[in-house]
């Protein structure tokens, strides 16, 4: 890989590494800013999900109505013999 750059400082081993930094710079430069682009839509997408609630306490029980209990069946029939 790399072979192409010589040892020895000529014009075109010296052009060939700049475009190859350059290249590899611009490279890093726009996963850089896709990535803060990235960082800052979901940041954006967080806040816009933030609610404000408000607890209040429950409403109160109704009240309790108190069942008294039927009264008794009659006593049977006394059969008179």
């Not at 072979?3 to 190859?20: C, I, K, N, V, Y």
Request: glycine fraction near 2%; charged fraction near 15%; proline fraction near 21%.
């Amino acid at each position: 890989m790399f072979e192409t750059f010589d040892s020895a400082s000529s014009a075109p081993a010296a052009r060939r590494f700049a475009l190859s930094t350059t290249a590899s710079v611009a490279v890093f430069g726009l996963i850089a800013v896709a990535a803060m682009t990235a960082a800052n839509t979901v940041k954006e997408v967080i806040q816009e999900k933030k609610v404000d609630v408000v607890f209040r306490p429950p409403p109160p029980p109704p009240p309790v109505v108190e069942v008294k209990p039927p009264p008794p069946p009659p006593p049977p029939p006394v059969k008179v013999t």
